[in-house]
């Protein structure tokens, strides 16, 4: 009953948004995450990410959610579902790119391309899939993050992204 109407909930906001304006690119597909990852909690967080970009009017990206979050043990790799908002305003196509730092180089993130997607110009959100091993860096002064991008597409080989965001995560 409850995944039911938490189903239903997503039809009637799927709908009102595809009503408005502006054209929302969804990318979005409630039967591709398993339902104990999308806690009532987290897609209201995700929601209300997508409403705060939607009233923007320049490039925007926004980590709305990631699983799991918690009981992430040093040197352990998991699977990670990540929803991210944008808004792209400035070029007709865009990339969305995701990556994440580790212990050799915690300084900086790899972005993983083989999962980079393609959008057009307008708001939407995607779901990344990605595994990872993570890393207890606290002892350096550090964090292991999930980082993510928005770049013009195609983009030059020295480029700048439009619009980025990062996800700090703890590892014990």
Request: aromatic residues 12%.
């Given at each position: 009953?409850?995944?039911?109407l ?11 948004l ?6 929302i ?51 352990n ?31 900086s993130?790899?972005?993983i ?45 020295a ?14």
């Amino acid at each position: 009953m409850n995944r039911l109407l938490i189903f239903t909930f997503f039809l009637i906001f799927s709908s009102s948004l595809f009503a408005q304006k502006n054209t929302i690119n969804n990318d979005f597909n409630i039967d591709s995450i398993p339902a104990n990852n999308l806690e009532l909690e987290l897609k209201n967080k995700l929601i209300k990410e997508l409403e705060n970009i939607d009233r923007s009017e320049r490039d925007n990206l926004k980590i709305g959610f990631v699983s799991p979050i918690e009981d992430l043990k040093h040197e352990n790799s998991y699977t990670f579902t990540i929803a991210v908002v944008y808004n792209l305003v400035t070029t007709e196509e865009g990339i969305l790119n995701i990556g994440y730092n580790n212990a050799t180089k915690p300084n900086s993130h790899r972005l993983i391309t083989e999962v980079s997607k393609v959008i057009n110009k307008g708001k939407g959100y995607h779901i990344f899939n990605i595994t990872a091993k993570v890393y207890d860096l606290h002892k350096i002064g550090k964090a292991f993050y999930i980082a993510t991008n928005l770049s013009e597409y195609p983009h030059a080989q020295a480029w700048r992204p439009l619009a980025s965001d990062r996800f700090i995560l703890k590892v014990n």
